[in-house]
């Protein structure tokens, strides 16, 4: 179905952004600032609206043309692009952006035409249907999965390969003892933060892993004359 993989509903949004040739900085130059400004972990806005699986706002200046034989086309307007992906109901999470981050979203769509703003939030919803353009094909990672049991797989996942790297040449003796050390701490683990990588989210592992490859240095080199 248009915008929906399972559970997941993908929503894309274009913009017009304003043109004043007598501005000190033109729009779509302080929406570039403002995005540049925003941070990509946990302090994210569209971390903080919780439902969302992935969220990217970009610039498009116009769009590319590809030579013969499509036709060379031109966009009357920059438009500010908005894409993700969330659980639940587009009015649902609409609201949520308006009513949880009202700040950061007021501060990139007030340079785009016919934006009423945040504080009626009857009027936002109308204002970002309309620019809204259906989502027919796009990735979803999972379809049937909140973004919390998402990030919990995610976690279990980085754990037990964390473990199978720890534990490499124990008895088995040994390997059952860490194993129910293990369980036990991934249950009383606590459940993951949207956009941390760790402290609660699934953790960056750097494996110092020995894998069964020729070792290069120790490789005789032949000659055809050997």
């Given amino acids: ?35 540049a400004s925003l941070p990509g972990d946990e302090s994210s806005p569209f971390a903080k609206v919780s439902s969302t699986h992935m969220a990217r706002l970009v610039v498009m200046d116009d769009v590319v043309y590809v030579g013969m034989p499509s036709c060379e086309e031109h966009l009357k307007s920059q438009y500010l692009v908005f894409e993700t992906n969330f659980d639940g109901e587009l009015d649902e999470y609409l609201t949520r952006m308006a009513c949880e981050i009202p700040a950061d979203v007021d501060a990139l769509w007030k340079h785009c035409w016919g934006y009423p703003g945040t504080k009626d939030v009857a009027a936002f919803i109308a204002y970002m249907k309309k620019c809204q353009i259906t989502t027919t094909f796009y990735f979803a990672d999972v379809n049937n999965h909140t973004v919390q049991e998402t990030l919990t797989a995610l976690q279990t996942q980085a754990a037990v390969a964390e473990f199978i790297e720890k534990n490499q040449g124990k008895t088995a003796v040994e390997l059952q003892a860490a194993f129910a050390h293990f369980l036990k701490k991934l249950h009383e683990a606590p459940p993951p933060v949207p956009g941390r990588p760790e402290k609660g989210g699934p953790p960056r592992i750097e494996t110092n892993m020995k894998w069964a490859t020729r070792d290069a240095a120790n490789t005789k080199r032949v000659t055809p004359n050997e």
């Fill in 1 to 35: 179905m248009a915008n929906r993989s399972g559970d997941v509903y993908g929503l894309t949004i274009l913009s017009p952004i304003l043109q004043d040739l007598t501005a000190e900085t033109s729009h779509n130059c302080a929406i570039r600032m403002k995005l």
